[in-house]
């Protein structure tokens, strides 16, 4: 599965630097604008790849009280951040790429502020599950916009490619229609984990004293899950 999923990336990729070459020997715009809708599949296959932080999503929606529209704002939001930092970074970074980002497609600073963050968060989570405190009104985004600090690095490739062939307008387009594809792969992870948990809730409505302790486990224990992955993550870089 993962192998199909990466030959499909590397089709509509040839195919995307083909478009932008054509762009820029001074072809029409009408071809590449029809080739957009691609950028969709082209990002909905990449977030189905490890990475880009399902986990996270999943762990922290199943552990909060969200609902399944703020569990979407939440999935926008990191969608929206992991691609426009991607963007960002090669527009305004590019000959400083090689020295910065470590590493092709990689931004190992902001990876370990994102993991950092998140790590926050999830003692956080901890702690209120311990101590019955409250959920915070913007949390979720807050979460979204810490897990999408890790660049997407599809989006840098485009980027880069784009720029050193001086049309960059192109790839902030693909970006666009890429983010789109991201958005309703994480969409669906964040509404699969909220159903989880709103399921779990239904079960033990004829038991409330239960039901507050099994919530309280279990947002405990995504805390803990992010913390633990984030401490350990930063230490093995």
């Not at 003692?123 to 600090?149: D, I, N, P, T, Y």
């Not at 309280?216 to 803990?224: H, M, P, Q, T, V």
Request: net charge positive.
């Amino acid at each position: 599965m993962l192998q199909t999923l990466v030959e499909f990336q590397r089709t509509i990729y040839v195919a995307l630097a083909d478009q932008i070459k054509l762009l820029s020997a001074g072809g029409g715009w009408l071809a590449f604008l029809a080739f957009l809708p691609m950028g969709v599949l082209f990002g909905a296959a990449h977030a189905l790849t490890p990475g880009h932080s399902k986990a996270v999503l999943a762990t922290y929606l199943a552990g909060s009280d969200a609902k399944v529209s703020r569990g979407l704002l939440v999935s926008l939001t990191l969608s929206f951040t992991h691609v426009t930092i991607a963007v960002l970074i090669a527009a305004f970074s590019l000959p400083l790429v090689s020295i910065a980002l470590g590493s092709v497609g990689r931004a190992p600073l902001l990876e370990d502020v994102s993991r950092g963050l998140l790590g926050l968060i999830g003692v956080w989570m901890l702690w209120r599950a311990l101590s019955h405190g409250h959920h915070h009104k913007h949390e979720g985004e807050a979460v979204g916009v810490m897990a999408g600090l890790i660049p997407c690095p599809l989006t840098l490739f485009v980027m880069t490619f784009a720029i050193s062939r001086s049309v960059p307008l192109a790839g902030i387009l693909f970006a666009i229609t890429m983010m789109v594809g991201v958005a309703l792969t994480l969409s669906c992870v964040a509404v699969l984990s909220i159903l989880f948990r709103e399921r779990l809730v239904h079960f033990f409505d004829s038991r409330p004293r239960v039901f507050v302790i099994i919530s309280r486990s279990i947002e405990g224990f995504a805390g803990l899950i992010l913390a633990g992955v984030a401490v350990w993550q930063i230490s093995s870089r």
